[in-house]
Antibody
Framework: QLQLQESGPGLVKPSETLSLTCTVS??????????WGWIRQPPGKGLEWIGN???????YYNPSLKTRVSISMDASKNQFSLNLGSVTAADTAVYYC????????????WGQGTLVTVSS | QSALTQPASVSGSPGQSITISCTGT?????????VSWYQQHPGKAPKLMIFDVTNRPSGVSNRFSGSKSGNTASLTISGLQAEDEADYYCNSYTTSFTWVFGGGTKLTVL
């Protein structure tokens, strides 16, 4: 069964770039059947969609983060990544990587989530 | 984009039915049947309960059902059980090719 696993630093300094990687197991990131994405959840708050990437490289981002965010894929490693620049304490959250079946709202695979804290 | 509107909390007794509403606009819920619902227990990743308004993923109890009317989607849980106590989030596709979540609803089983 396809599995997702986030990895990256748990602590990032203000104004720096938050970088996370999601490794896909038992499935191909190059499949035309799926969109790969990131969702975050600040402590004690709700879910926020960050963005998606498709196997073609097409990306879509939350307008509120668009100027600071980029999502990319590395098919050779079967991974996709999130970069969020100029972070502040408001970016402190649990970050989840997800898989969604193309043409549906079936987002059935989530990573376990990784807490990233922005602090000096 | 504005978050979808959900009640902050709902409650019910075991065996009862409850409904959680999720109100959007003609730019999201009203325009697409790409509405999903997630259940989240404390400290856990969200779990998909309903997708494409009415569909249940394999393994999800048929006590969970979804519907939509105009700009409002709803999640109904029948035969409420203690294990259903959790936070619930709705999610919709938008005309801007993005996705938007509701603020979340805390379900308490009395």
């Amino acid at each position: 069964q396809l599995q997702l696993q986030e990895s990256g630093p748990g602590l990032v300094k203000p104004s720096e770039t938050l970088s996370l990687t999601c490794t896909v197991s038992d499935g191909s990131i190059s499949s035309s059947s799926y969109h790969w994405g990131w969702i975050r959840q600040p402590p004690g708050k709700g879910l926020e969609w960050i963005g998606n990437v498709y196997y073609t490289g097409s990306t879509y981002y939350n307008p509120s983060l668009k100027t600071r965010v980029s999502i990319s894929m590395d098919a050779s490693k079967n991974q996709f990544s999130l970069n969020l620049g100029s972070v502040t304490a408001a970016d402190t959250a649990v970050y989840y990587c997800t898989k969604r079946v193309a043409g549906t709202s079936l987002r059935d695979n989530w990573g376990q989530g990784t807490l990233v804290t922005v602090s000096s | 984009q504005s978050a979808l509107t959900q009640p902050a909390s709902v409650s019910g007794s075991p065996g009862q039915s409850i409904t959680i509403s999720c109100t959007g606009t003609s730019s999201d819920i009203g325009n697409y049947n790409y509405v999903s619902w997630y259940q989240q227990h404390p400290g856990k990743a969200p779990k998909l309960m309903i997708f494409d308004v009415t569909n249940r993923p394999s393994g999800v109890s048929n006590r969970f059902s979804g519907s939509k009317s105009g700009n409002t989607a709803s999640l109904t849980i029948s035969g409420l059980q203690a294990e259903d106590e959790a936070d619930y989030y709705c999610n919709s596709y938008t005309t801007s090719f993005t996705w938007v979540f509701g603020g979340g609803t805390k379900l308490t089983v009395l």
